[in-house]
């Protein structure tokens, strides 16, 4: 559970597909500043099923804070991450675990092959590398959908983008055996002031046999940062290193 907030990120109703078989969605622009997202995320996988209420502070591509509550506003824990550092608290249960958000480490501690640059980035809505670095699968084309791939030694990412106005319906990374890894599906967004910005995300991690539902219910940008976003973990709690 730790690293999948880490991923404060995802939502919807999905099953674990083969490349060809994304579902449609709705449209979606990139949006690139600091902003406030405020609503709820339920975790089903194996030895976690936990609903709470979330908010969460991202500023560009720096740093981001995430607090999650349950009823009566009572917190439950917080996350802070940069791409340099990152540290959970579990409040409830007194513990907390600190590292460095890589993909390599990410993947070792919670089977999300994601950094914490790749979890903002599509949190957004945004592909993950530079579109003339994605190949286009022409076989795949139907439905005025556009898939890209991107090639690397041990994963292979896909991108399913609206054709007619750049948006990215759906995620998928499969390892090099073809099998599927994590699925992520933007299902509705929000259209604020000329930007817009996804609402509803499911995401399938196959290494822990579950789903992660995100729903955003509230979307503030710009907002002011007031005082830094990481936090000190009090002396008597049990931290663990994930390396």
Do not use: C, H, Y
């Given at each position: 559970m730790v690293v999948l907030f880490l991923g404060l990120i995802f939502a919807f109703n999905l099953y674990c597909q083969e490349a060809g078989d994304f579902q449609d969605s709705t449209r979606v622009v990139n949006w690139n500043n600091f902003f406030e997202a405020k609503g709820k995320i339920n975790i089903v996988m194996t030895g976690v099923n936990l609903s709470a209420q979330f908010v969460a502070r991202v500023?560009?591509?720096d740093s981001a804070t995430i607090s999650f509550y349950g009823p009566m506003g009572v917190i439950l824990g917080k996350v802070f991450?940069?791409?340099d550092f990152f540290i959970y608290y579990d409040v409830f249960n007194n513990w907390a675990v600190v590292g460095r958000p890589t993909r390599e480490k990410i993947f070792k501690a919670s089977g999300i092959p994601l950094s914490f640059l790749d979890?903002?980035?599509l949190f957004k809505g945004?592909?993950?590398f530079p579109r003339d670095s994605l190949i286009l699968r022409n076989e795949i084309q139907q439905e005025n959908r556009k898939l890209f791939a991107y090639f690397s030694e041990s994963?292979?990412?896909f991108f399913l983008v609206s054709s007619n106005d750049e948006i990215l319906l759906q995620y998928q990374k499969k390892n090099s055996e073809g099998k599927i890894v994590l699925n992520l599906i933007y299902k509705d967004y929000f259209e604020i002031d000329s930007a817009i910005f996804p609402k509803k995300y499911y995401l399938q991690v196959s290494e822990r046999q579950g789903y992660v539902e995100i729903e955003v219910e509230n979307l503030k940008f710009a907002f002011e940062p007031t005082k830094?976003?990481?936090?000190e973990i009090p002396k008597s709690v049990e931290v663990?290193?994930?390396d």
């Open positions: 500023v560009g591509e991450s940069n791409n979890f903002i980035r945004e592909l993950l994963f292979v990412d830094p976003f990481s936090f663990f290193v994930f």
